[in-house]
């Protein structure tokens, strides 16, 4: 017999199993390219802020994918090329990082990857209407 509770745990189940499926999915298009996936989340914050540039403080706030040691992180970024930092004008004691011209393009093939890797980020599997649904219903999920 089928409970109310058994719907939710199926939903539960296809949830957690799509969301390794896409992790997965997205670290073996990140492979080729020597990047993360923590990596790619920040390329994608510093990408879409430029010419801004952030503190490691903001961008362990934003980041999508857990990275307990933004400092390793963005220590790996600026040894490929792909971020500078830099002291912040206003603050001497403050780190401002931000994106470089190599960083962008790794960026844009990366993003380009990743999106190809996962059905273009859905569109393959859900129409317009679907997706929106998805994303408020996704939202709802406060955790």
Same mark, same amino acid.
């Given at each position: 017999?089928?409970?109310? /509770?058994?719907?939710?745990?199926?939903?539960?189940?296809?949830?957690?199993?799509?969301?390794?499926?896409? /992790?997965?999915?997205?670290?073996?298009?990140?492979? %080729?390219? /020597?990047?993360?996936?923590?990596?790619?989340?920040?390329?994608?914050?510093?990408?879409?802020?430029? %010419?801004?540039?952030?503190? %490691?403080?903001?961008?362990? =706030?934003?980041?999508?994918?857990?990275? %307990?040691?933004?400092?390793?992180?963005?220590?790996?970024? /600026?040894?490929?090329?792909?971020?500078?930092? =830099?002291?912040?004008? =206003?603050?001497?004691?403050?780190?401002?990082?931000?994106?470089?011209?190599?960083?962008?393009?790794?960026?844009?093939?990366?993003?380009?990857?990743?999106?190809?890797?996962?059905?273009?980020?859905?569109?393959?599997?859900?129409? =317009?209407?679907?997706?929106?649904?998805?994303?408020?219903?996704?939202?709802?999920?406060?955790?």
């Amino acid at each position: 017999m089928e409970t109310s /509770e058994n719907k939710y745990e199926l939903v539960y189940y296809k949830f957690l199993g799509l969301s390794h499926k896409v /992790e997965d999915k997205v670290k073996k298009a990140l492979k %080729p390219l /020597e990047l993360t996936h923590p990596q790619l989340n920040v390329l994608y914050l510093l990408y879409h802020k430029n %010419p801004k540039v952030l503190s %490691p403080k903001d961008i362990k =706030e934003s980041l999508i994918v857990n990275q %307990p040691d933004i400092t390793r992180l963005m220590d790996r970024l /600026e040894k490929k090329g792909l971020v500078y930092r =830099e002291t912040c004008k =206003e603050n001497r004691r403050k780190v401002d990082i931000g994106i470089t011209e190599k960083g962008k393009q790794v960026f844009e093939l990366s993003h380009k990857k990743g999106k190809e890797a996962v059905g273009n980020f859905f569109s393959d599997f859900l129409n =317009e209407s679907e997706s929106k649904t998805f994303y408020k219903l996704l939202n709802k999920i406060k955790i």
